[in-house]
């Protein structure tokens, strides 16, 4: 139930908060990957970003900061199903300024400030769990600082840690209203094991509950001190917490600072030295604790008991017990019991502190007349609730169904027993909602438009329709010559009663398995040259690449093979001898294109002009996007610009570096994530070099990888997925840090290649009692001749949900109807025969195909495999060593596919 009550407070959340204009929604990651992306987006005031369930880390997700004012950001489901997670090494999830709203997360594990506020508008941080934020230095996990005023409200904050104020610090002038809130295992190295208040800052606090927080030294929960700092607190429950060294188990507060307590319950706080409860030095009168109406274990003992005094003060211990129903926000065990000390002895009547339809009982009865004291419950926080119950049946076979899943669109959940029942006993009533029934292998059954009244009963008996999955092949085998592709068809047909959803994936056998990013080949072209290396691309099964610093006579390209042997080299004479020189080199699928100071070229392989033309700025780095057909540029500390083959800058399609500090970029069309533009980056001097790529059509970022090269400056990027045909690699150039030649090319794999093989359609639906046809296609450009084997896994909503189909794509290097190719399948010869230790047998195969040559002796025992391998169709012979036999008759078998071919051979010692 507890998943439901989340979702049904992030729902009046979002009406309250994102309704209250036209302005725009970012979603994440619908619309933006990161949230950094989507908040840099949200321009407009009153714009909100709405964050999907998950767990979002790393760059683009933490170090968030508000670019615009009255921003808001709240998850969709609550904090339970989103978490920004600092990992325990980044230092800020957000810094909150501008008049924003930050609502229903969970930020954790942040190593100085989870949130930083800090500037002069209102702030708001409601329904957030903030928790495992630890410091080292005086950095709590919320820091508020300057003239703010802000609201802090139904928030969870657990096992903080810092060296002051483990939760929260307030300073600098800010006053905080924090209402509703639950401050839990907090600590402080010093003082605030939860809260701290200095420098001016003040709170309001409001029906919270501080339960065992530790204060190192003095205040295990609250510790208030300075001038102008003042605490005003009311309805709040001290529960176990511990000064360990010093003052105020619950709360220390200096001769300086100002605090009034009203209506709040002090029990089971320690302190090794003084007050147990509460400490206060003393100083001004009008410094004072102004405390009365409170439940105090000890009391205020004439001032003995902490250098505080006290009215109405109680000292009898209150009991607490835990209701059955839990609340949208907080536990559910503060609940107090009938006839406790601190009902009908509050400071005043419910309505002039207005605490209407707020409880302290477990029946959920109102306080009314006089307050109750200490924490209350919210009645608003305990959904109105109705009954939901069924049957489930198999539509075929009328039979009632065990295991099927009944989840509400209220995030409400349920699981037919053995005789196809289900209950919700706590089903939300707030809204019209949906109910779908889910089981594998069966189609999912959805009714729409539910309404349920608060305590009806509503019977609600499903009917479930299942899929068959029937595929023609149980392997795919394909045959064709070298430079030919090969083609399967097949179907796959659904005889049930139900509608069949499918899709598939092409998948490497373990043995080309790619683990991403391992280095492949290290060229060390710069001593090669004697130059320095400006770009590198591979085309046409060659390495191109570009002197960085030219020559006395013109800039050179220079053309190396696969195993790094310089081929050929060609001058650029048309880029000019004006200190000009070629920094970076794309390939557009046709021409190459580079850059030299301001200005691009295009010009073939063969190194002939085909354009040139002038950019705004000084160009670094360049790439081809093929998918816009535009030419993407920078020089590392501007923007990514935009231009197309005539020189034209796009404007529309220039793009933020995001303060990335670029140096190269290249272009992968078959990003699985949509995510093409590749390029080299660091945040700042002393960052590594890592390889990011992004969204052009939403700027969105995410790092790929980390570069650690032993010497040199990674630059100039370009993918490949021709080099190899198992695998799409990465290059780049190691820049030498000196200008003396010891540039070199490294190279990289980056993911599995996977273009060679093409199914079709990939996924589809196939309607009850239908089938449909499937092709897949194996090219072979980069293949030699041979057996090559892969996977196509099928995924599918019937029994089973996948089917697992080996490929086996056979090539010959002899086209099957050559005019030469032998009839039969025979050993032609053996030669010489009979011999003394060596021999050779000549044979034929009409086919291609896997060949075994087994020797055995008159007995039939098997003396020697002396071949297993695919071998073409053809004429063959095979070296035969038979130094280790002994004299005597032997049989050769040959055996290729049914053909079997048995002769004699005499070995004579």
């Given amino acids: 139930m507890h998943i439901a009550k989340v979702l049904f407070i992030v729902f009046l959340l979002t009406v309250c908060m994102i309704s209250k204009s036209t302005a725009d929604i970012f979603r994440v990651p619908a619309d933006f990957a990161t949230i950094g992306a989507a908040l840099n987006r949200a321009s407009s005031r009153n714009d909100s970003v709405l964050v999907a369930e998950g767990v979002y880390t790393g760059i683009g997700n933490t170090d968030l900061s508000f670019e615009s004012r009255n921003v808001t950001l709240i998850s969709e489901y609550g904090p339970e199903n989103c978490i920004i997670d600092g990992e325990g090494s980044a230092n800020t999830a957000i810094i909150m300024e501008r008049g924003c709203v930050l609502s229903g997360f969970t930020i ?63 300073l600098s002038n800010s006053e ?57 607190i009311s309805f709040t429950d001290f529960l176990g917490n511990n000064a360990e060294l010093g003052w105020g188990g619950a709360i220390y507060k ?3 600072s100002m605090s009034t307590i009203r209506n709040c319950i002090f029990w089971d706080n320690t302190a090794r030295n003084y007050g147990m409860q509460i400490a206060a030095r003393l100083g001004r009168e009008d410094r004072y604790v102004d405390l009365s109406h409170c439940v105090v274990e000890g009391g ?29 926000w907080g536990p559910n065990y503060y609940f107090q019991i009938e ?16 605490m209407q339809n707020m409880t302290i009982c477990v029946d959920l009865a109102p306080d009314d007349g006089i307050v109750d004291i200490g924490f209350h419950y919210d009645k608003a926080l305990f959904p109105r609730i109705g009954t939901l119950f069924g049957v489930v049946r198999d ?156 020559n006395e006579l013109a800039n050179l390209i220079f053309k190396m093979d696969k195993e ?22 794309a390939y557009d699928g046709e021409n190459f294109w580079s850059i030299a100071s301001d200005s691009a070229f295009c010009f073939t392989l063969e190194g002939e002009r085909i354009t040139a033309f002038e950019c705004d700025q000084m160009i670094r780095y360049i790439a081809w996007d093929s998918e816009y057909e535009l030419l993407r540029m920078g020089n590392g500390a501007l923007d990514i610009m935009a231009m197309d083959r005539d020189g034209n800058v796009v404007e529309e399609a220039e793009l933020d570096r995001l303060g990335l500090r670029i140096r190269g970029f290249a272009y992968w069309p078959e990003d699985p994530d949509g995510f093409p533009l590749y390029f080299l980056a660091r945040r700042g001097d002393h960052d590594p070099t890592s390889i990011y790529k992004m969204n052009p059509a939403t700027n969105d970022t995410m790092l790929a990888y980390t570069l650690n090269f032993e010497g040199g400056r990674p630059s100039s990027g370009f993918i490949s997925s021709d080099m190899d045909p198992y695998s799409v690699n990465f290059m780049c150039i190691a820049e030498a840090l000196e200008v003396d030649g010891s540039d070199r090319i490294e190279v990289l794999t980056m993911a599995a290649n996977t273009a060679w093989m093409m199914l079709n ?51 010959s290097d002899v086209p099957w109807n050559d005019p030469y190719l032998p009839y039969t399948t025979a050993i032609e010869s053996i030669y010489p025969n009979p011999f003394n230790a060596e021999t050779v047998i000549n044979y034929s195969l009409n086919t291609p195909g896997w060949v075994t040559m087994t020797i055995y002796d008159l007995a039939g025992r098997e003396i020697e495999v002396i071949m297993d391998d695919f071998q073409t169709a053809g004429n063959h012979h095979l070296n035969v060593n038979a130094s280790t036999w002994s004299t005597g008759i032997y049989l050769a078998k040959l055996q290729s596919g049914n053909a079997m071919r048995i002769a004699k051979l005499a070995c004579v010692k």
């Fill in 108 to 170: 954790q594990r942040f190593d100085r400030n989870a949130v930083i506020v800090n500037h002069d508008d209102d702030f708001t941080i409601n329904n957030c769990l903030i928790e495992g934020n630890i410091s080292e230095s005086s950095w709590s996990a919320i820091r508020i600082e300057g003239t703010i005023d802000g609201i802090i409200k139904n928030c969870t904050f657990r096992d903080n840690s810092s060296r002051i104020g483990g939760a929260i610090s307030i």
């Fill in 176 to 232: 905080v209203n924090i209402e509703s809130c639950l401050f839990t295992f907090n600590h402080a190295d010093s003082i605030g094991g939860a809260l701290f208040l200095s420098m001016g800052g003040d709170a309001n606090i409001r029906n919270c509950l501080f339960v065992e927080n530790t204060g190192r030294i003095h205040g295990g929960a609250i510790a208030i001190v300075g001038r102008e700092t003042d605490a005003n």
């Fill in 254 to 256: 200096d001769e300086n």
């Fill in 300 to 328: 205020d003992a004439n001032g003995e008991n902490g250098g505080w005094f006290g009215d109405e003060v109680i000292l009898e211990e209150v009991r607490y017990e835990q209701s059955q129903r839990n609340p949208l």
């Fill in 339 to 354: 006839g406790s000390a601190g009902i009908n002895a509050g400071s005043g009547t419910v309505e002039e502190l207005n």
């Fill in 395 to 550: 539509v075929a076979s009328g039979e009632s169904m065990q295991g099927v899943d009944i989840v509400t669109s209220l995030r409400q959940s349920s699981r037919t027993t053995h005789n196809g029942r289900w209950i919700i006993p706590e089903a939300l009533t707030e809204e019209r909602f949906t109910i779908t029934a889910s089981k594998p292998g069966f189609n999912d059954s959805t009714i729409v438009e539910i309404d349920l009244n608060e305590d009806d009963q509503l019977e609600i008996n499903i009917g479930m329709l299942h899929p068959t999955f029937d595929i023609s092949v149980g392997e795919i085998s394909a045959f064709s010559d070298l430079g030919d592709s090969g083609i399967v068809d097949f179907t796959i047909t659904n005889s049930g009663n139900g509608p069949l959803e499918w899709d598939s994936k092409l998948e490497l056998t373990d043995e080309f398995d790619i683990e991403p990013w391992t280095p492949l080949e290290t060229f060390f072209v710069g001593a090669d040259i004697n130059e320095n290396i400006g770009g590198v691309v591979f085309v046409n099964d060659h390495y191109y690449f570009t002197d960085r610093l030219g």
């Fill in 564 to 585: 790094g042997a310089l081929v050929d080299s060609f001058p650029l004479p048309f880029i000019g001898l004006d200190g000009r020189n070629l920094l970076d080199l």
């Fill in 761 to 811: 359609p990939v996924e589809g639906s196939v309607n009850p009692g239908s089938e449909i046809p499937l092709t897949i296609t194996l090219y072979n450009a980069l293949f030699d001749y041979g057996v090559h084997q892969s996977w196509l896994r099928i995924y599918h909503n019937a029994e089973g949900g996948e089917v697992e189909l080996p490929i086996s794509y056979t090539i």
